[in-house]
């Protein structure tokens, strides 16, 4: 069984040292239409690593936290690009999973 390393922060940025996680970021308010980026500082990962990453949201508003982009250009630095494709600002937790495949 795999068992992730977990993190939650209240804001866009946390640090999990691990190849596989859970990052839960909380106290957003992403409106309708927004984007909003998310970095994980992380040492498990090289610069142009491939990684597996998913992006969910929680709360009631029809909000619909999309995964918009990834960027492993920096050693060390997960950017995780995404947009609210729903109706209503987001009212919840956004969750991102990852795992890093190199």
């Given at each position: 069984a795999m068992v992730p390393?977990?993190?939650?922060?209240?804001?866009?940025?946390?640090?999990?040292?691990?190849?596989?996680?859970?990052?839960?970021?909380?106290?957003?308010?992403?409106?309708?239409?927004?984007?909003e980026d998310f970095t994980i500082t992380n040492s498990a990962l090289g610069a142009g690593d491939g990684v597996f990453v998913t992006v969910s949201n929680k709360g009631t508003n029809d909000a619909?936290?999309?995964l918009e982009g990834v960027i492993t250009q920096t050693a060390g630095t997960l950017t995780v690009h995404t947009k609210n494709n729903g109706a209503a600002a987001l009212n919840g937790d956004v969750v991102i999973t990852f795992w890093i495949i190199n």
């Amino acid at each position: 069984a795999m068992v992730p390393a977990t993190a939650t922060v209240a804001g866009t940025s946390l640090t999990i040292n691990a190849r596989v996680g859970v990052a839960t970021f909380t106290g957003l308010t992403t409106a309708a239409g927004a984007t909003e980026d998310f970095t994980i500082t992380n040492s498990a990962l090289g610069a142009g690593d491939g990684v597996f990453v998913t992006v969910s949201n929680k709360g009631t508003n029809d909000a619909d936290m999309t995964l918009e982009g990834v960027i492993t250009q920096t050693a060390g630095t997960l950017t995780v690009h995404t947009k609210n494709n729903g109706a209503a600002a987001l009212n919840g937790d956004v969750v991102i999973t990852f795992w890093i495949i190199n």
